[in-house]
């Protein structure tokens, strides 16, 4: 069984804290590892997709890397603010050929940023 | 908005019946996944078609079915429907195949009585 994992499960920040999360996913069959943003009563928003070992993306205040040989990536936010408030989602794209390539959700990370 | 359009956003209906759930997908997208997010559960990968043809099966019970037309719409068939199908059902859509981001639809709330 193929899982990946997300911790914290949730997390609460005041304002203008900086904060973390991690993803671990199978280090085997790896193609690409991608972050969303999910808001409450929207729908998950990419924030990245990445695919090489060391890669590191930024938007904004919110920057990812990706360890593709131990099977992790953190997610940072920078001095983070309440329009921050959302469960954070990774995914890993297995990649077995054909029929089998699939996205693999996380259970998300629940972050509250309060006022 | 993502682009990704689906419908109908709320659907109630009773076991055993059979719904039919759609989306259109961005324009220039030639792929459509379907996924259930039931309660406590994160988002689970049903079935990917792309250009009309079933690419990737995720964990689809046999109850259910989907397609994807020529004008790259796709819809999920759900039959026989049981207490437990009551979930979250969204479908996205990529420009391919190659693992790059996908376009989350509104998604379809169903609710089975």
């Known amino acids: 069984i193929l899982n990946v994992e997300q911790s914290p499960q949730s997390l609460h920040v005041q304002e203008g804290d900086s904060t973390n999360f991690t993803c671990s996913f199978p280090s085997s069959n790896f193609y690409a590892l991608h972050w969303y943003r999910w808001e409450t009563a929207k729908s998950p928003e990419a924030l990245f997709v990445m695919t090489l070992n060391g890669d590191e993306k930024k938007k904004g205040r919110i920057s990812a890397t990706l360890n593709t040989k131990e099977g992790y990536s953190y997610l940072y936010i920078k001095g983070s603010q309440p329009e921050d408030s959302a469960t954070y989602l990774c995914a890993f794209y297995l990649l077995y050929g054909g029929a089998t390539n699939k996205l693999i959700f996380g259970t998300g990370t629940l972050l509250a940023v309060q006022p | ?113």
């Open chain 2, 1 to 113: 908005d993502s682009g990704v359009t689906q419908t109908p956003k709320h659907l109630i209906t009773a076991t055993g019946q059979r719904v039919t759930l759609r989306c259109s997908p961005r324009s220039g997208d030639l792929s459509v996944y379907w996924y259930q997010q039931s309660l406590d559960q994160g988002l689970q990968f049903l079935i990917q078609y792309y250009n009309g043809e079933e690419r990737a099966k995720g964990n689809i019970l046999e109850r259910f079915s989907a397609q994807q037309f020529p004008d790259l719409h796709s819809e999920l068939n759900l039959s026989s429907l049981e207490l437990g199908d009551s979930a979250l059902y969204f479908c996205a859509s990529s420009v391919n195949t190659q693992g790059g981001e996908q376009y989350f639809g509104p998604g379809t709330r169903l609710t089975v009585t």
